[in-house]
Every structure is written in structure tokens, then in C-alpha cells.
């Protein structure tokens, strides 16, 4: 079974510092797909960055990146120059055709990293 | 343009009491997606549909019912609700679901305490 682990319940960084949150999955697919969703304290879920497995080249989006170790099946999240609104909780989640229904895909979740940005 | 929308926003049962959880998506998504939320665990699927008129199981369906009621909406219901179903419960949207490049599109969640 698929499994996606998030082994840092909880971080801080300065506002302005860079953080990185680690993720680690397993899986025996060759194709499939890495995401980084934000949770503030509004609860509502915001895709912050995705990784299609198929890509050598690791995701960007502007003060995000991500270093995505196909082979170690790890992928972590970069995020620099810290901002207070970068509060929230991050969670990496993979993508796979689901076993219940030809041709859906769906999430699994990692439980999470909650993030402190200190001013 | 308001995305995902839930209600109510937050809500207490008494166990055994029944209620239906609102989503509503105003992006001309095909499809709809319900997730529950527990501390300490990533998110769910409990349903979710693929298009208007279909709804098809997720990993943990057990207790709940949902009925697409046109492409907008999408209900979540709980029949008997019990303590072990007290939970976060987010509502999702995308525009497809058999591609995995079609981002889903999170409400800001309903929060809910069964006594």
C-alpha cells in the first residue's frame, strides 16, 4: 500500500530564514504525482507546489521549491524567505489511480507539518 | 467567485441524530470529492463524484451517504451519527478526476462534534 510520511509533527523558522519540510512515500508505481498542500489557520486546503515523478527537473513556484528524490522516493519542500502568512499547516500528499474506480485518481495525505514563521 | 463553499461551519449532534453537510462549487466542476479530517491523520476520501449523476466510494464511506444534486452541489449525510464520526470534514471540487494535473479545490471545512 501506498503510504506518504511526514516524520516533523512540528517546526519554526524565522521570518525571512529558509525552512525545509521532509516527505517520504512509498510506492512501487513508476508514474505518479507529488503535491504540497497549505493549511492556515482558516482550514482551507491551498496547493502550493506539484511534482509529476515523470520530470527530472524539480517544481517552483516563486518562494517554494521542492527537491524531489525519485529513487529515495523523498520530497521535500523549500521555502525561503519566510513570511509570517506562511503559518499553517503542510501537508505532502501523492497521487495515484485509485483501486475502487478505473481512471480516478486520489490523494493520500501525510499528517502533516505545522510551521511557525517567528517574527 | 466564491469556490467551495460549506455549511454549516461548525455543528454538534447528539449520537444517533442525523444531518446533511452543504457543499456547493460555483467553477462548472465535473467533479466533487468529501474528505474527513482527523487530528493527527491526513485527509480522507469517504466519496466522492466523478460526474454529475455518479458517486462511487472512497476509503472510508462507512456511516455516511451523499447524493450529487446537480453539478453544483454535492451532500454528505450522516444517518445515525456516532463520537468515532466527530471530525473535520472538507469538500472538494476539480474538473476532472481521471487526470491527475487537475488541481482539487478545497472548501474551508465543516467542523463537527457528535456527543
Known amino acids: 500500500a501506498q503510504t506518504v510520511t511526514q516524520s516533523q509533527p512540528e517546526m519554526s523558522v524565522q521570518e525571512a530564514e529558509t525552512v525545509t519540510l521532509s516527505c517520504t512515500y512509498d510506492?512501487?508505481?513508476?508514474?505518479?504525482?507529488l503535491f504540497w498542500y497549505k493549511q492556515p489557520p482558516s482550514r482551507q486546503m491551498i496547493l502550493v507546489i506539484r511534482?509529476?515523478?515523470?520530470?527530472?527537473q524539480n517544481a517552483t513556484e516563486n518562494r517554494f521549491s521542492v527537491n524531489f528524490q525519485k529513487a529515495a522516493k523523498s520530497f521535500s519542500l523549500k521555502i525561503s524567505d519566510s513570511q509570517l502568512g506562511d503559518t499553517a499547516m503542510y501537508f505532502c500528499?501523492?497521487?495515484?489511480?485509485?483501486?475502487?474506480?478505473?481512471?480516478?485518481?486520489?490523494?493520500?495525505f501525510g499528517t502533516g507539518t505545522r510551521l511557525k514563521v517567528l517574527a | 467567485n466564491a469556490g467551495v463553499t460549506q455549511t454549516p461551519k461548525f455543528q454538534v449532534l447528539k449520537t444517533g441524530q442525523s444531518m446533511t453537510l452543504q457543499c456547493a462549487q460555483d467553477?462548472?466542476?465535473?467533479?466533487m470529492y468529501w474528505y474527513r479530517q482527523d487530528p493527527g491523520m491526513g485527509l480522507r476520501l469517504i466519496y466522492y463524484?466523478?460526474?454529475?449523476?455518479?458517486?462511487d466510494k472512497g476509503e472510508v464511506p462507512n456511516g455516511y451517504n451523499v447524493s450529487r444534486l446537480n453539478k453544483r452541489e454535492f451532500s454528505l449525510r450522516l444517518e445515525s451519527a456516532a463520537p468515532s464520526q466527530t471530525s473535520v470534514y472538507f469538500c472538494?471540487?476539480?474538473?476532472?478526476?481521471?487526470?491527475?494535473?487537475?488541481?482539487?479545490?478545497f472548501g474551508p471545512g465543516t467542523r463537527l462534534l457528535v456527543l
Open positions: 472538494a471540487s476539480s474538473a476532472s478526476s481521471t487526470s491527475p494535473t487537475e488541481t482539487q479545490y
Open positions: 510506492t512501487s508505481e513508476n508514474n505518479y504525482y
Open positions: 511534482q509529476e515523478a515523470y520530470k527530472q
Open positions: 500528499a501523492f497521487m495515484k489511480h485509485a483501486l475502487f474506480a478505473s481512471g480516478t485518481y486520489k490523494y493520500i
Open positions: 467553477m462548472n466542476h465535473n467533479s
Open positions: 463524484s466523478a460526474s454529475e449523476g455518479t458517486t
